[in-house]
């Protein structure tokens, strides 16, 4: 590895993998020894994902990315370079990195906090109603008597 790495390529997808066969080509490694590689380094990659990875031309998701690039044997300012290149495809190219995204106002965030319910109250709440509902069919709120005695199909029949 007397020669640099290769530098990642941030136009798309496809090029972007492209470039990761080439660093693989660069790092000399099998599939094998990048999955222990990784593994050394703290990361967990597969090497039938590493190979299915590089077998396509999606964009892989940045965890494989960080862990393919510390595999290979990249520094940690080349690594850094890969997973912005990646971002910036995966966030539409260049455009992404001129647009600002505004900060919420304090108001905005106070009134986004109280429309946010968590799931279980929504479960307790379809619970809760469900057994109202029921109960009151049970019970026979929605029914009207009158037609219940006239009925001849009825479970309750008049007392005589």
Same mark, same amino acid.
Request: hydrophobic share 45%.
């Given at each position: ?25 660069? /790092?000399?490694? /099998? ?16 090497? /039938? ?87 009151? /069919? ?23």
């Amino acid at each position: 590895m007397t020669t640099a790495p290769p530098t990642p390529a941030d136009s798309d997808a496809a090029a972007f993998v492209a470039a990761l066969r080439r660093l693989k080509a660069w /790092s000399g490694f /099998s599939y094998r020894q990048l999955e222990r590689r990784a593994t050394q380094a703290g990361h967990t990659l597969p090497y /039938s994902t590493a190979a299915t990875m590089l077998g396509r031309d999606r964009l892989p998701r940045a965890e494989l990315v960080a862990a393919f690039v510390a595999a290979c044997g990249v520094g940690a300012d080349e690594a850094e370079a890969w997973l912005d290149a990646r971002m910036m495809i995966a966030c539409g190219g260049r455009a992404a990195e001129t647009t600002t995204v505004p900060t919420p106002t304090p108001a905005l965030r106070k009134r986004n906090r109280m429309f946010r319910r968590p799931r279980w109250a929504l479960a307790v709440a379809v619970a809760l109603t469900a057994a109202l509902l029921g109960g009151a /069919s049970a019970g026979g709120a929605f029914t009207d008597d009158v037609e219940v005695n006239d009925t001849a199909t009825s479970l309750h029949q008049p007392r005589s």
